[in-house]
């Protein structure tokens, strides 16, 4: 990275979540060219990224956004302009389906159930709407249990032994998310099982979702495979196809900017942060993975290694072991990588903890779009 970026950086108040604009277009530029060349709609999944305040640029790009129910829904309807908004829940109550039929493009539904409850509220809006069922085809690859959608006793999804017999009247759309962080070759595996269970019904669809966990933009990834894969599928069932990434949509275009607090040694030197693991970056112990660092190396690879955990309660609230060149001493910065997804939208205020501004990094200066304060956590509660 230059070092006019890095200075840049270490220029911001701490914590911040800062986006790379450069950066995110460059995301946007591969997925563009996915709907061009495989002629398929892509979606900005919010749940990873719901900075609505790029939401107009990303419109410049993608076919809409996909949303996880009501208060995602409204956001892309109050900020992406005229483009398409999908919505999925596991679960939709009543009071959330009467609002949401009044905007929203595709709802699709998790269960017989919840279609059969909801259809007289479809029909009685007065506008189109393209209703979808969510598949479960007891297939995925996904390693992280808590992450898979299609373990045994999933409530996500319905299997080929509940679809048969149903009455898919008013059905436009089929959907299946069964992946995440993954690449085409799991996409390929995936269909085969999704097309032995389900391809006697995709002829009937307008539309077909292949959902999230397409690690689309990050580096190796067989894009070439991808649009094949799509445009076969397009070709075999005459239906639109939908992806719908989040991830791909902001990958490695944000960062978390923190200050070291305090170094104290037991057993080995630790510097707490003013960011947290546990509030401003919960897939750290969720997934749990260790966030790289600029500059920064494994424990052990450089002359200095230090633990680095956040200013909680919790006593696990700790990020990862890491060795820098030089001591680490209190008002450093530290500046964690791939920030911008999965951060924004799981923080929390535990302990009253302060929420990272958010920033933009457009050119040769940072920008603060948004900052946090003591009304934030109180208005919580």
């Known amino acids: 990275m230059k070092d006019e970026v890095v200075s840049l950086l270490e220029s911001v108040g701490t914590p911040s979540?800062?986006?790379?604009?450069?950066?995110?277009?460059?995301n946007l530029e591969v997925l563009l060219r996915l709907q061009n060349e495989a002629g398929c709609k892509v979606?900005?999944?919010?749940?990873?990224?719901?900075?609505y305040h790029l939401y107009p640029m990303i419109g410049d790009y993608l076919t809409g956004t996909t949303a996880s129910g009501l208060f995602e829904a409204k956001l892309a309807h109050e900020h992406m302009g005229d483009k398409e908004?999908?919505?999925?829940?596991?679960?939709?109550?009543?009071?959330?389906?009467?609002?949401?039929?009044?905007?929203?493009?595709h709802i699709s539904f998790n269960s017989r159930g919840q279609y059969e409850r909801f259809k007289p509220v479809v029909e009685a809006a007065g506008r189109q709407i393209s209703c979808g069922l969510r598949l479960n085809p007891e297939y995925s690859e996904v390693k992280t249990s808590i992450y898979n959608p299609c373990a045994p006793g999933s409530r996500l999804g319905i299997k080929v032994s509940d679809l048969e017999g149903m009455d898919l009247t008013g059905i436009e759309g089929l959907a299946f998310h069964t992946m995440c962080e993954q690449g085409a070759d799991v996409l390929e595996r995936t269909l085969i099982r999704v097309e032995e269970k389900f391809g006697k019904y995709f002829d009937r669809m307008k539309w077909v979702n292949f959902g999230g966990g397409h690690h689309i933009t990050r580096d190796g990834y067989d894009l070439e495979l991808l649009i094949r894969l799509v445009k076969d599928f397009k070709e075999r069932y005459d239906t639109e196809v939908y992806l719908e990434p989040g991830e791909a949509v902001a990958l490695n275009a944000g960062y978390l900017v923190s200050s070291v607090e305090d170094i104290v040694e037991n057993e080995m030197q630790i510097g707490i942060l003013d960011t947290s693991a546990a509030t401003h970056m919960p897939d750290v112990l969720e997934m749990p993975y260790r966030p790289e660092i600029i500059g920064a190396g494994k424990a052990g690879e450089k002359k200095y290694t230090y633990r680095l955990a956040g200013p909680t309660c919790l006593a696990g609230d700790v990020?990862?072991?890491?060795?820098?060149?030089?001591?680490?001493?209190?008002?450093?910065?530290?500046?964690?990588?791939d920030m911008a997804i999965y951060t924004m939208v799981k923080n929390n205020t535990f302990n009253g903890r302060p929420l990272p501004s958010i920033a933009v990094l457009e050119g040769d200066r940072?920008?603060?779009?948004?900052?946090?304060?003591?009304?934030?956590?109180?208005?919580?509660?």
Do not use: C, N
């Not at 979540?17 to 460059?26: G, P, T």
């Not at 979606?43 to 900075?51: D, E, I, N, P, W």
């Not at 990020?319 to 990588?337: M, N, R």
């Open 85 to 105: 908004i999908h919505v999925y829940s596991p679960a939709y109550g009543l009071s959330e389906m009467k609002e949401l039929v009044t905007f929203a493009d």
């Open 17 to 26: 979540y800062v986006v790379d604009i450069e950066a995110l277009k460059r």
């Open 43 to 51: 979606l900005l999944a919010q749940k990873a990224f719901s900075m």
């Open 319 to 337: 990020i990862g072991d890491y060795s820098f060149d030089e001591p680490l001493k209190t008002g450093d910065k530290v500046i964690f990588t």
């Open 366 to 381: 940072v920008r603060v779009v948004k900052e946090f304060g003591y009304e934030d956590f109180k208005s919580r509660l």
